[in-house]
């Protein structure tokens, strides 16, 4: 296989994934890196392949593991089986939860993708996954009068605690290099500053941030 030829088998049908209304985990994954899906693998198979398809091949699978880590954290949520998905060892996302995932972890988006941010896709998928969240809802309402909820939520249950905790971690990882080029490091200005504008923190959310990093740096 020449490599025009090849470039031209890797590129998704945009046209066709994009009207799918989920996708798989690999899916995904493949997609984020404007990789066609169906040649997952081929850094095994295709031993013809140029070094950079096999490169993207397993970026894409790296992708997917990063991916799997969000959803058991939270901070990227499957479509459940409220919506027809039954098995939890197969999540499948809908576009638009993929692309808000990969924003907020700073992934390049593929431009055939980017529209998948517009207000017209998000109210659509607000008003799609209402109706079903109401009925787990319910549902959750019966089970507590039940009394089948014995014990109380926890801490990691949270959504938000759960994002926050990452960008705290970012903040850990990203910190050392960062203060290397400040020539002062003052926690009521350039550090704030940094957690508020390059981190995206709210200025409680800074607050909380700074504690940390003092107790890990000494600050």
């Excluded at 957690?195 to 107790?215: F, G, P, Q, W």
Aim: glycine share 6%; net charge negative.
């Amino acid at each position: 296989m020449s490599l025009p030829e090849e470039s031209r088998k890797i590129t998704p049908e945009w046209e066709e994934w994009l009207a799918l209304d989920c996708w798989t985990l690999a899916e995904a994954a493949c997609l984020l890196h404007g990789f066609a899906p169906e040649m997952r693998g081929i850094e095994y198979t295709a031993t013809r392949s140029s070094q950079s398809v096999k490169d993207l091949a397993r970026k894409c699978r790296n992708t997917e593991l990063i991916i799997s880590r969000s959803l058991r954290a939270g901070t990227v949520t499957a479509m459940t089986r409220m919506h027809g998905i039954d098995d939890p060892n197969d999540p499948q996302f809908r576009p638009t939860e993929v692309v808000r995932w990969a924003m907020k972890k700073r992934y390049k988006i593929p431009d055939e993708m980017k529209h998948l941010t517009s207000n017209n896709h998000a109210k659509k998928d607000v008003v799609d996954e209402k109706s079903a969240t109401q009925e787990e809802i319910r549902m959750s309402k019966t089970k507590i009068g039940e009394g089948s909820l014995q014990n109380p939520p926890n801490l990691g249950d949270s959504e938000y605690w759960s994002g926050f905790g990452e960008t705290i971690q970012d903040a850990i990882d990203t910190y050392p290099g960062w203060s290397e080029e400040q020539r002062l490091i003052q926690k009521t200005g350039n550090l704030n500053e940094w957690l508020t504008k390059s981190m995206k923190l709210t200025t409680r959310e800074a607050e909380i941030t700074k504690k940390v990093l003092s107790d890990l740096f000494g600050l």
